[in-house]
C-alpha cells in the first residue's frame, strides 16, 4: 500500500540532486510518497502523484531517521553514583566497566531483554529508526554470545566488543584473554554479530593497546567481521591509525587527535564518529568536528547509550552538544547523525531519503532542521509509523 505523506514545510532528503543542492538536500512545501517500506518519489506537494493513502504533517519539517551507529544496550545494573562521582571531580577512565560486567552477568535474558527493549523504544520516540548494538559487558563466551543474540532481536547492526576491557579474574593475563577473545569468544559470537570492536586506549589502564587491538580486529576480519575501533578517547594514542590502516568503517570517539590522525581520517574512509554524551557526563573536553569537517574527514554523531560513561538515548540532545560545544552547523550535525553515522554503519539504505532508501522518517514538530539545536531538551521528534512504511 502507497501514502503519500503531504504538509512537509522543509524536507530534508540528504540528496543534494533532489533538492536545493546543498548536503542536506532540503525541499520546502514538499511532499513523499512510501511505497512498499521505500521511497518511491519526493518533491514539491503540488506535483505530488496519487497514492492509496494520504497522511497530512500540518507544516511540520521531516527528516532522515537518525542512526544511532554506537550504543552498548545489553547491559544489567546502574551507575548513577558513578556519574556523581565524575561531577564532583572524579576523573574517568573505563574502570567502572567491571561493575557492569559483573550485573550483567548475574542478570537473567528477561532482565536485559526488558531493559534493551525499552531503550530503543525511547530511541524511536525520538527519531531514532537504525541503531547498531554492541556486546561487551559479558566478557566470558556465553555472556558475549547471550548479549549478541538478545541485540539480534531489536537490529541487524551487531558489534562484538570482547575486546572491552580486561575483567578481573584475567587481571596480569592480557595474553590469555586475548587468546579467549580471539578463540573460543569469536568463534561463538560471531554469527550473530555484523562488526567486531576494541577499546584500543593505552591511556587506560583497563582497556588495549595497539598490538591487542590489531590482534582482535584481524581475527574479527578473518571471522568475516567488520571493523570498528574505540579510539583515541583518553588521551592521543594508536586507535585512529590502527583504524585507517585496517580499513575500518568508523572509528570512535577521537576526543584527543594529533594532526597525522586528523590527516589520517581526511584521506581514508574510516568515519570519525563523535559521542559528545560522553564530554558531556565526563566532564572531558569535547572533540573537535570543526577541525576534522575542515580537513575533509566524514563525521558522524552517536548517543554512546551506556549505564556508565553516557546514559542517554536522544540523539537530539547530541545533536545539539555538537551544535553548542563542537563547532558543528545545525546543517552539518543532521547530517552527520543521519547520513554521516549510516556511512559508519557502510550502510547506502538509511540516513538519506532519495528514492529507494528505506521509508525510515523523522518528524520534527517544528517548521525546520534548525530548531533540533534551537530548542534543546524539548521533545520535538519522533519516528514516522506509515502503513507498509518506516519500520
Not at 74 to 85: K, P
Not at 100 to 108: I, N, P, S
Not at 140 to 168: C, K, N, Q, S, Y
Request: aromatic residues 6%.
Amino acid at each position: 500500500m502507497s501514502t503519500l505523506v503531504t504538509g512537509i514545510a522543509e524536507l530534508v532528503s540528504n540528496d543534494p540532486e533532489a533538492g536545493d543542492g546543498t548536503p542536506l538536500g532540503l525541499l520546502t512545501d514538499a511532499a513523499l510518497v512510501v511505497d512498499d517500506g521505500r521511497i518511491a518519489w519526493l518533491g514539491p506537494a503540488k506535483r505530488a502523484p496519487a497514492a492509496d493513502t494520504r497522511r497530512d504533517l500540518g507544516g511540520r519539517a521531516v527528516l532522515p531517521g537518525f542512526v544511532d551507529s554506537h550504543t552498548h544496550l545489553v547491559f544489567g545494573g546502574e551507575r548513577s553514583a558513578e556519574f556523581a562521582a565524575r561531577m564532583a571531580g572524579e576523573r574517568y577512565d573505563g574502570g567502572g566497566i567491571a561493575a557492569t560486567v559483573r550485573a550483567t552477568r548475574d542478570a537473567d535474558d528477561e532482565t536485559l531483554r526488558a531493559r534493551l527493549h525499552a531503550l530503543v523504544g525511547e530511541m524511536r520516540a525520538q527519531g531514532t529508526t537504525t541503531v547498531e548494538v554492541k556486546s561487551g559487558y559479558g566478557l566470558t563466551v556465553a555472556d558475549e554470545a547471550r548479549a549478541l543474540r538478545l541485540a539480534r532481536e531489536v537490529t541487524e547492526e551487531t558489534t562484538f566488543l570482547g575486546g572491552h576491557v580486561l575483567p578481573p579474574e584475567y587481571a596480569g593475563r592480557v595474553d590469555e584473554y586475548l587468546a579467549l577473545v580471539t578463540g573460543p569468544m569469536l568463534t561463538a559470537c560471531a554469527p550473530h554479530a555484523r562488526w567486531v570492536d576494541v577499546f584500543c586506549e593505552p591511556a587506560s589502564p583497563h582497556a588495549f593497546d595497539a598490538d591487542a587491538s590489531r590482534a582482535i580486529l584481524v581475527a574479527g576480519q578473518a571471522a568475516g567481521l567488520g571493523l570498528r575501533v574505540h579510539g583515541n578517547q583518553l588521551a592521543e594514542g594508536p586507535g585512529v591509525r590502527l583504524a585507517v590502516e585496517l580499513g575500518a568503517a568508523s572509528v570512535d570517539h577521537c576526543t584527543f587527535l594529533d594532526g597525522p590522525d586528523v590527516a589520517a581520517l581526511a584521506e581514508g574512509d574510516t568515519v570519525a564518529t563523535l559521542l559528545p554524551g560522553v564530554e558531556f557526563a565526563t566532564r572531558q573536553p569535547y572533540p573537535d568536528a570543526r577541525r576534522l569537517l575542515d580537513a575533509g574527514a566524514t563525521v558522524a554523531l552517536a548517543t554512546d547509550c551506556n549505564p556508565g560513561s553516557c546514559f542517554t538515548s536522544s540523539m537530539p540532545f547530541c545533536l545539539a552538544l555538537a551544535v553548542r560545544e563542537m563547532g558543528m552547523t545545525p546543517a552539518e550535525a543532521v547530517w552527520a547523525a543521519t547520513s554521516g553515522a549510516a556511512a559508519a554503519l557502510r550502510r547506502t539504505d538509511v540516513g538519506h531519503l532519495g528514492v529507494g532508501a528505506r521509508a525510515d522518517l523523522a518528524v520534527l514538530d517544528a517548521p525546520s532542521h534548525r530548531y533540533l539545536a534551537y530548542r534543546p531538551g524539548v521533545p520535538l521528534t519522533s519516528a514516522l509509523d506509515l502503513p507498509g512504511g518506516s519500520r
